[in-house]
């Protein structure tokens, strides 16, 4: 009857697809994959009689006829995506055709581009005592956003934010997280194409953003991080103190238990 993997293929570097991405590319007899969004290296996992398919152009329905001829043919599909399928994959409506036309599925998860993103700022995006929580969003375009879940609702919060997909119009994403609460002088990041060869990386306050992303010409695949968490230093969490118990390690003697 079939089966399709949707595996995520990492942000960029052939070497951060899992094993079992890479695994699971070498078992398929269809292999299909976006040449805009995942490097072409991936590809030297598949098998050589494996069927290639280059899916850039192709709708959804032209992924249910794959879909239906995996049922037909018994064929094992890999499927590939870029950073994590649970991220702005498109992988909800595949799963549906799946269903439909009776293909087993199963998803294999990747490394994210925000992970990537992260790395190449060398940050950490919680920072105990500044910022724990880390909001994952985009601005509305094309597809628009629901209800209250506005980026300037959000930047109200205070915390981490990771944009995707809007690097298009940094002047209105500047505007509307200034209007939601930041201030000026809040660090942000722009990262592009985060662990490929051509990776480039902007750090500025949120008063520049606008100017330097229009300054690099980044349009698309470009990450903004913004928060006081980038740039905080100076503070621990309880894991490594020397007053906290938990149950692998006791408090030193003669220190007080942290709360």
Do not use: N
């Amino acid at each position: 009857m079939g089966k399709v993997w949707f595996i995520g293929a990492g942000p960029g570097a052939p070497d951060l697809l899992t094993i079992r991405g890479s695994k699971l590319i070498g078992e398929a007899d269809v292999v299909i994959w976006a040449r805009s969004l995942v490097h072409e290296d991936i590809l030297e996992y598949a098998r050589s009689d494996a069927e290639i398919v280059e899916s850039t152009t192709i709708p959804l329905e032209g992924m249910r006829e794959l879909y239906e001829r995996a049922v037909v043919e018994d064929l094992k599909v890999a499927r590939v995506h870029s950073g994590d399928p649970s991220l702005y994959g498109a992988v909800m409506e595949q799963i549906e055709v799946c269903e439909e036309v009776g293909l087993c599925w199963e998803i294999a998860p990747g490394v994210s581009s925000l992970g990537a993103a992260a790395a190449a700022i060398g940050r950490e995006l919680t920072v105990p005592e500044v910022s724990q929580s880390v909001i994952l969003t985009r601005r509305a375009r094309r597809t628009p956003m629901p209800g209250g879940e506005d980026i300037k609702s959000f930047a109200e919060h205070g915390t981490t934010m990771a944009i995707f997909l809007s690097a298009a119009k940094p002047r209105v994403l500047q505007e509307e997280l200034l209007e939601g609460g930041y201030a000026a002088e809040t660090p942000c990041a722009v990262v592009y194409r985060a662990s490929w060869p051509d990776e480039r990386i902007i750090e500025c306050r949120l008063e520049d953003l606008a100017a330097r992303v229009r300054e690099a010409g980044f349009t698309r695949q470009a990450l903004i991080l913004v928060g006081p968490g980038l740039g905080a230093g100076g503070t621990r969490s309880h894991l490594y103190s020397p007053e906290f118990s938990h149950m692998f390690r006791k408090a030193e003697k003669g220190a007080d238990a942290a709360p």
